[in-house]
């Protein structure tokens, strides 16, 4: 079993560039979708922004005023950077159990969104900034996962980048389809910035055809288990992984996140469409939502704070 301060810092800097991958996608969508002054546009900003837990984006009077304080702020908790910086001092802090290759992408991306030029770089082209953005974070994935070996630090990057995936996409199905949302969405350009923001255009169309509809993107963000994104595939490997750090270390019954994360994928895997739209989609989302909060609690009472006395020889 390795160190708890370790498992710790891999789970983190998982979820870290996860987060910032999200909100780059976030924020690129809206610019672009900005650029049409209409209100299905409008609705588009008010979804990134509610997304990414703005206090009040229908007071958001310049979209790109917004969206530079959500890339480049440091002192924004949900901005970008600050996200890179978390994802890097994690890194740094583990450095002997990643790659050289993974270190480096993370390192080069991190210096060039802290670096003098960023905010011009972001002026002169804020969509090919961001795309920029994904692209190094893509890479970084690539890296690690091509040259890190699968091992127990691996499962705990893995866990944290798809519980944080998870959430994300949960948040932003419960923003456009919970019952707190202040309009429906039901704009055809709308729901194609929604698909986008998940990554999930070609995907979806490969499946429903030109057919895009709420409830049909609600079902393949939900519940499809092949597209990467969706939350039943990221419960799928969150289970697998769990299952194989649960191998290093004693369990105890009460706090089981492999067991919680078995019973969130039987739910979604069993879950019907036409009961989850007569049951409210708001209240499955939030009981999905509730339970990748409860996964991450039982991860850090067994992994990362447990008490000292479960892990001394007896």
């Known amino acids: 079993m390795m160190l708890a301060r370790v498992a710790d810092s891999l789970y983190w800097m998982g979820r870290y560039v996860e987060r910032a991958e999200h909100m780059c996608r976030l924020m690129d969508v809206m610019l672009n979708a900005t650029l049409d002054r209409s209100e299905a546009a409008n609705q588009v900003g008010r979804i990134a922004l509610a997304s990414a837990d703005h206090p009040d984006p229908a007071k958001v009077v310049d979209p790109y005023e917004a969206a530079l304080a ?5 002192e924004n908790e949900s901005s970008i950077t600050t996200s890179l910086a978390n994802a890097r001092e994690n890194a740094r802090q583990v450095r ?51 040259t890190m070996s699968h091992g127990e630090g691996w499962s705990f990057l893995t866990l944290g980048v798809h519980l944080e995936r998870a959430q994300l996409i949960g948040r932003m199905l419960e923003v456009c ?15 194609t910035s929604l698909l986008r923001m998940s990554c999930a255009l070609e995907p979806y169309l490969r499946v429903y055809t030109a057919d895009i509809q709420p409830k049909h993107i609600l079902a393949f963000l939900l519940l499809d288990a092949e ?64 339970e990748c909060a409860a996964i991450h609690q039982a991860l850090y009472e067994v992994y990362v704070a447990y008490p000292l006395e479960l892990r001394l020889p007896a």
């Open 96 to 146: 002997d159990q990643i790659t050289t290759e993974a270190w480096e992408r993370l390192n080069v991306l991190y210096l060039r969104m802290t670096g003098a030029g960023a905010a011009r770089a972001f002026a002169d082209g804020s969509s090919s900034f961001l795309t920029e953005a994904i692209a190094d974070l893509h890479l970084f994935k690539g890296a690690a996962d091509a």
């Open 227 to 290: 597209f990467p994104r969706s939350i039943r595939f990221c419960t799928q490997r969150m289970e697998e992984h769990l299952s194989a750090v649960s191998r290093h270390a004693e369990v105890a019954p009460a706090a089981n996140p492999e067991r919680l994360a078995g019973r969130l994928k039987a739910r979604l895997q069993y879950a019907d469409m036409s009961e989850i739209e007569a049951g409210g989609a708001s209240a499955f989302l939030t009981t999905v939502l509730d």
């Open 177 to 191: 389809f919970g019952e707190g949302r202040t309009t429906a969405v039901s704009d055809h350009f709308a729901l």
């Open 70 to 74: 959500l890339t480049l702020d440091r």
